[in-house]
């Protein structure tokens, strides 16, 4: 994955294989896709079913390391769109984990 290069000191968003989703600032890399991230924050978003007082939460984890054979998806993040978002408004249902065969 040595396209990650380019997204070196940018915010990026990963899926974990175990349905996470952690965003942060990328630090670096290495060949087996283990990751470091700063100002991480974990969203845990709150089913669609539950109800409004329920809010979906934001765990901070700061500096954080993820393993390569976690990282299913690592995608940019636009800032200015993100930060225009009320997280704790937004509901989905859980992704559930990934399935090797």
Known sequence: ????????????????????????KLLGHDQTTNLIL???????????SAGPD?????VEHGLYLIRGDNVAV?????DELDAGIDWSQVRAEPLGGMKHT
């Open 1 to 24: 994955m040595s396209n990650l290069q380019s997204f070196v000191n940018k915010t990026v968003t990963i899926l974990t294989s175990d349905g996470r989703t952690l965003t942060g």
């Open 38 to 48: 700063s100002e991480t924050i974990e969203r845990i978003f709150t089913s669609a």
């Open 54 to 58: 329920d809010p979906t939460q934001q």
């Open 74 to 78: 690592c995608g940019l993040v636009d």
